[in-house]
């Protein structure tokens, strides 16, 4: 069974980093990572940073220039690095990608969620 599991997820103070992770696990055949979304409470989920079909990488604005997506296909593992996290940043955290496996084919999954709090 195919597995996205998140972590990395805490309660720091503002201005200070951390490094969320999203490593996939089961019998997978190949695996396009995809994104990073977040949800807080009482608002809709929202793209925090994405892969492009080229390869480049994507940001919303309010992120751009402090967070930074990777992926590692070896480790079959996706990373976002939060750098001087705001207060605004408090959400849970989510990953999604695209799996394809000998039984299903091609699906998109979800990570579990992982919750990031900023203090003031």
């Known amino acids: 069974q195919v597995q996205l599991v998140e972590s990395g997820g805490g309660l720091v103070r503002a201005g200070e980093s951390l490094r969320l992770s999203c490593a996939a696990t089961?019998?997978?055949?190949?695996?396009?990572?995809r994104a990073w979304y977040r949800q807080s409470p009482g608002k809709q989920r929202e793209l925090v940073a994405a892969?492009?079909?080229?390869?480049?990488?994507n940001y919303a604005d309010s992120v751009k220039g402090r967070f930074t997506i990777s992926r590692d296909s070896a480790k079959s593992t996706m990373y976002l690095q939060m750098d001087s996290l705001k207060p605004d940043d408090t959400a849970v955290y989510y990953c999604s990608a695209d799996v394809k496996t000998y039984y299903r084919g091609t699906n998109t999954y979800w990570g579990q969620g992982t919750q990031v709090t900023v203090s003031s």
């Open positions: 089961g019998s997978i055949d190949s695996i396009n990572f």
């Open positions: 892969f492009t079909s080229g390869g480049s990488t």
